[in-house]
Nanobody, 122 residues
Framework: QVQLVEWGGGLVQTGGSLRLSCAAS????????MAWFRQAPGKGREFVAA???????KYADSVKGRFTISRDNAKNLMYLQMNSLKPEDTAIYYC????????????????WGQGTQVTVSS
């Protein structure tokens, strides 16, 4: 089976940075696309960033220019570099993968990490 483990969340002040990491293990024997989602209190799970075979990396407007997604395919690692953090970035962040083309819909991703809490104080 495929499993994801993520880490790197924490408490930071406004303007600070965090780097989230996610490791994929198990039966990862095909090319996969990865994405990051987040869920704030009272909201659904929202798209943050993802890779795309056709169009490069994609970002939600709310994080564009501040967050950067990356992958280390050889190690099955994925990262989300988060800079210039704002209080509205506070949420539980999840990594997810799928064996297909990039999408922004959480329903298209069958494998998820456990989530890591990011809290940004003012």
């Amino acid at each position: 089976q495929v499993q994801l483990v993520e880490w790197g969340g924490g408490l930071v002040q406004t303007g600070g940075s965090l780097r989230l990491s996610c490791a994929a293990s198990g039966r990862v024997f095909d090319t996969y696309n990865m994405a990051w989602f987040r869920q704030a209190p009272g909201k659904g799970r929202e798209f943050v960033a993802a890779d795309s075979r056709s169009g490069g990396f994609k970002y939600a407007d709310s994080v564009k220019g501040r967050f950067t997604i990356s992958r280390d395919n050889a190690k099955n690692l994925m990262y989300l570099q988060m800079n210039s953090l704002k209080p509205e970035d506070t949420a539980i962040y999840y990594c997810a993968i799928r064996f297909g083309e990039y999408t922004t819909s959480k329903d298209d991703y069958p494998f998820w990490g456990q989530g890591t809490q990011v809290t940004v104080s003012s």
